[in-house]
């Protein structure tokens, strides 16, 4: 008996065929491996696991090597292939924050470990709780880098970081005092935040598009305007990168400057061989030492480190800026208002300069008729309670610190051995790049 064709029959035996076809061939889902975004492909790297100064990481777990991938917007998630784990370099592979389709993140550090817990975003306001009741900020702190975060002989920190950790305390609690600093290597600092180890990374940390979408945290705004330099030996004449063809360079891992050495040097067509190591002490030993025929990091960091090294005045830094490294707080993503109070405390210390607010003065701007003082520091309206904060709080963050400019003279400026000038990180009305949005 043969059927008639109508319409209706037609389409019903296409939609059999359909359905058969779902049933019997479904598609496997796939899951895309891609390189981390920030590993530096480079001719012929010697990765060196501790280095010559035995340095250790401060996180225990932290996972070596690069940021993973952003997922793409239509949620299927990459993975991070970052170096394998031997004396070389330790393996990072870690899911991606969600894309569009909001799947949870693993925590590199997790992923390192062999567990696969999924990180819990932060919830509005769960910081500030969280902080609170503990009774200390927990501040992620570079171990060691001259002028922006050290240990004293008394054993306590000092630096530009670390007063920038210390006005948060001062916000939060109206105490500078109540902060712990949590000492990070480079590829331990996300891990760090990812596990909330840490409550805020303030560490000389690069904002990059790659970070800000696949570590799962949040910039603030930048601090610092800084940019990689090469430092070399004066004996070798060497005054432009173009002249270091076929040189050893010290690089750390897990770093912007690993990645951006790469690149240039690629684009000057230049060869040379980087040799990595996974803590910067270990790096600057190696060049000490000899191993490498220049160093390369942040030229805020060069001019601090090459203070340390045996006969300072044997080393130049070249007249050269290799990248742009935009350095600004962190913090995990989730919680708004954490964030907005790390970042009003960062405008606060740049306004007050703008309005000559200083450590010393504060409490003379009690009787100001200007609305942006007067609101800043609280006398009306309520910003701070916007924040969760003291209506107050910026007098207590003044008067524990000072203002930006006062930090940056303090462990930077003209009356330190760095002796770093202003340039991009001079107010915007004096021809830098910091500007505050209006306490309003």
């Known amino acids: ?5 109508t ?14 076809a779902c049933a019997g061939n479904a598609a496997p889902t796939t899951t895309e491996t891609s390189a981390a975004g920030e590993t530096a492909a480079a001719p012929s790297t010697e990765v060196i696991a501790g280095g010559l100064g035995g340095a250790s990481t ?38 991606s924050p969600a894309g569009a389709g909001g799947a949870a993140q693993t925590s590199p550090a997790a992923a390192a470990s062999g567990s696969a817990a999924a990180i819990a975003p932060a919830d509005a306001g769960e910081f500030l709780r969280t902080i609170r009741d503990r009774g200390t900020l927990i501040c992620g702190v570079n171990p060691g880098l001259a002028g922006f975060s050290s240990v004293e002989a008394s054993g306590g920190y000092v630096g530009f970081d ?45 904002w990059t598009l ?32 173009e002249d270091m063809g076929g040189a050893q360079i010290c690089v750390q891992s897990g ?17 040379f061989t980087p040799v990595v190591f996974d803590t910067n002490d270990a790096t ?19 001019a601090a480190q090459r203070l340390g090294l045996p006969n300072p005045d044997e080393h130049v830094i070249l007249d050269v ?32 300069e703008e309005q000559e607010i200083t450590q010393a003065n504060v409490d003379t701007f009690q009787n100001s008729e200007d609305p942006t003082i007067r609101r800043m520091l609280g006398i009306e309206g309520e910003l701070g309670a916007g924040l969760g904060l003291d209506n107050d709080f910026m007098v207590d963050v003044l008067k524990a610190v000072g203002n930006y400019g006062e930090i940056y003279n303090r462990h930077l400026g003209p009356e330190t051995p760095l002796d770093i000038p202003r340039g991009q990180n001079a107010l915007y009305t004096d021809g830098g790049l910091l500007y505050a949005p209006p306490f309003r």
């Open 1 to 5: 008996m043969k059927l008639k064709q």
């Open 7 to 20: 319409p209706l029959v037609a389409g019903m035996l296409v939609l059999t065929l359909m359905l058969s």
């Open 58 to 95: 401060a996180a225990s777990g932290a996972a070596t090597g690069a940021s993973p991938a952003s997922s793409p917007a239509g949620g299927a998630a990459q993975t991070s292939a970052a170096a394998t784990t031997s004396a070389a370099a330790t393996t990072a592979a870690s899911a």
């Open 162 to 206: 670390v007063d920038f950790c210390r006005a948060v305390a001062a916000a939060v609690f109206g105490d500078p005092s109540k902060v712990e600093f949590r000492p990070l290597e480079a590829a331990a600092r996300f891990p760090a935040l990812q596990t909330r180890e840490i409550d805020v990374l303030i560490r000389n940390t690069t």
């Open 210 to 241: 790659t970070r800000d979408t696949a570590n799962g945290g949040d910039f603030g705004p930048v601090n610092f305007y800084d940019g990689q330099g090469m430092m070399v030996r004066q004996e070798e004449n060497i005054s432009r990168l």
């Open 255 to 271: 770093t912007t400057t690993e990645l951006n050495l790469a690149d240039v040097f690629r684009a000057l067509n230049v060869e």
């Open 284 to 302: 600057l030993a190696a060049y000490a030492e000899g191993r490498c025929d220049g160093y390369t990091t942040d030229r805020s960091g060069l």
């Open 321 to 352: 800026t290799m990248s742009k490294e935009p350095l600004a707080p962190m913090v995990l993503q989730g919680d708004p208002q954490w964030r907005d109070i790390v970042s009003w405390v960062v405008y606060g210390l740049i306004t007050a």
